[in-house]
């Protein structure tokens, strides 16, 4: 035993969490560091000849002054927080309809055969069309404003929360259930207490997984009939063979995606404090 | 002090029994055919009374606990709880299960209050007579914690203290001890011998423990091979006993000896069927 180890014996479980938790952290430091020095080193930053040239990827530095000229200039006309503000409200709105509807139709399904044999064929028979391939349509359908955007990225991500939904709810343990009814539980009791708290873990990935998806959706949304949103700001300035400014729009996205999948990550583990420990 | 060979299928007392098992039957069909749990089975259970069933793994005690709990239905058969038939779960039978039963996302008092709230209480007499219980199995420093946070042992405490919070007059429990350790199991043990001698329960208990029937049970049954029927029932004195080290005793020695020969022939009858699917 070395001697960091023989200190981490001495403390309690919380506290070596905690160290250990900072390790990690520190670790994932170290790699996003490591990629940024390769990424300095490679397009040389305007202190050496640059090994890839500007036009096919631009330098760390060069990014951050395009972001920086962005905020203040903006990108054809409107601000870059006028760009993120309405990416952010298809993405929000798809998701949020996606949520309130799906997982009641989730859950739904997850209790009632009856209801489960008429709404899940259809749902299943849909899932596999590639969505994107329906924007035309969803364009002559719902014309070329924010309201076929909304449903070209809630498409694929309705039925993702609605089956995820649905099998939280039925791989909740017969025990429980059994446990509840031989305690003179009504099914409605049953449903409120036992089956919707014990399928929001799974509701909770779910809803997690398909961030990433309504991301990707997001830039199928935003490919034509628009003239802003911050997936449009990368397509446009790709061509123009503006890569730095595609880079910022790409960033932006990332961070997007990751900062809603962090949010939903904290609000899980404090709902969900209970999950995995069985 | 003896284990006696009894009849338990017939009422003992002019009155109805407790419970009644009529002619109880189960089959599970299959795509490769229907296997039969349980062959025509009858039971009578009088109240007070402590009935342990031991059998082979696979002979259908499970099954039976089951359809009492109304759980399952039964193939064929009836089962009759103070007279009238069992239709489905209820609260006069309170259920303990061997693990993973308990509302990991409620404290431990909101699992106990869960029965009497169901049942029509409001929450503050639930959550009242819940502390009373967590009080009774010497957990009542723990009701604000989660059930994942108590050890095995606690667990199973709190599945007995969940179990009798609507005051049912039966309780069956299914290999309630079964993943504990041996120290902690036997703590329960004398735990739930007490609660019984108090509180004057019913009891369905389920177990592959010879010991565990036998220090418990007042009636003890041994199941046969699948389908499961009675091989032999007795009854048995050692559970009033007032003698701490009763299973240390010559008389406990020869009747686990006796139940443990009847045993032996369907647990090895059982695995061959295992074996030959």
């Known amino acids: 035993m070395t001697a960091a180890t023989h200190k981490l014996a001495e403390l309690d479980d919380v506290t070596v969490q905690h160290i250990l938790g900072r390790r990690d952290r520190r670790l994932t430091f170290l790699t996003f560091a490591a990629i940024l020095g390769v990424w300095t080193a490679v397009t040389g930053s305007g202190l050496w000849e640059p090994l890839i040239r500007p036009m096919f990827l631009p330098s760390p530095v060069a990014v951050a002054e395009t972001f920086w000229q962005l905020l203040q200039t903006g990108y054809q006309g409107r601000s870059l927080a006028h760009h993120v503000a309405v990416s952010l409200y298809r993405f929000a709105t798809a998701f949020l309809i996606c949520i309130l509807v799906g997982v009641p139709v989730g859950l739904l399904m997850g209790t009632s055969r009856r209801i489960r044999a008429v709404v899940e064929p259809p749902i299943q028979a849909i899932r596999p069309i590639p969505k994107l391939a329906l924007l035309p349509l969803f364009l002559i359908w719902f014309g070329i404003g924010n309201l076929s955007k909304i449903i070209v990225i809630a498409a694929p991500v309705f039925p993702l929360i609605a089956i995820s939904s649905m099998q939280a709810v039925r791989s909740v343990s017969a025990k429980k259930i059994q446990a509840a009814q031989s305690l003179g539980a009504s099914r409605f009791t049953i449903f409120r207490r036992i089956l919707l708290p014990a399928s929001l873990p799974g509701i909770f990935t779910g809803i997690r997984v398909s961030i990433s998806i309504g991301v990707t959706m997001l830039v199928g949304a935003e490919l034509t009939a628009t003239s802003d949103g911050i997936a449009w700001m990368a397509l446009t300035a790709a061509e123009y063979l503006m890569t730095n400014v595609v880079l910022v729009a790409v960033l932006i996205m990332a961070l997007l995606g990751y900062g809603l999948d962090r949010l939903f990550l904290l609000i899980e583990t404090s709902i969900v404090h209970w999950t995995g420990k069985d | ?277």
């Not at chain 2, 109240?47 to 082979?56: H, K, R, S």
């Not at chain 2, 699992?111 to 219980?133: C, D, H, I, Y």
């Not at chain 2, 389908?227 to 406990?252: I, L, N, Q, Y």
């Open chain 2, 1 to 277: 002090m003896m284990i006696e060979p009894i009849d338990l299928r017939q009422p003992r007392h002019g009155t109805p029994p407790k419970l009644q098992v009529e002619q109880l039957s189960k089959s599970f069909g299959s795509s490769s055919g229907s296997v039969q749990a349980l062959a025509p089975f009858d039971l009578s259970v009088e109240a007070g009374d402590f009935l342990c069933v031991v059998g082979p793994s696979g002979c259908g005690k499970t099954t039976l606990l089951n359809i009492v709990a109304g759980f399952e239905s039964p193939t064929s058969g009836s089962v009759y709880v103070d007279g009238k038939p069992v239709t489905g779960p209820g609260a006069d039978r309170g259920v303990v299960f061997q693990q993973g039963a308990l509302f990991n996302w409620m404290t431990i008092l909101d699992n106990v209050a869960f029965g009497p709230r169901s049942t029509g209480f409001s929450q503050s007499v639930a959550r009242q007579k819940a502390m009373e219980l967590l009080e009774l199995v010497g957990l009542s420093a723990f009701a604000k914690k989660y059930p994942y946070q108590l050890s095995g042992g606690m667990q199973q405490r709190v599945g007995i203290a969940r179990a009798l919070a609507n005051n049912p007059q039966m309780l069956l429990m299914d290999e309630p001890f079964a993943a504990l350790d041996q120290q902690t199991r036997e703590l329960l043990q004398e735990e739930i011998r007490s609660i019984w001698q108090r509180t004057n329960k019913t009891i369905l208990w389920i177990t592959h423990s010879i010991e565990e029937a036998l220090l418990l049970a007042t009636h003890i049954i041994v199941m046969t091979a699948r389908p499961g029927r009675t091989k032999a029932s007795f009854v048995s004195p050692f559970a009033r006993s007032s003698d701490p080290h009763v299973a240390s005793s010559m008389e406990f020695a020869a009747a686990k000896r006796t139940i443990f020969q009847l045993l032996r022939g369907e647990a090895k009858q059982a695995q061959q069927m295992e074996e030959v699917p």
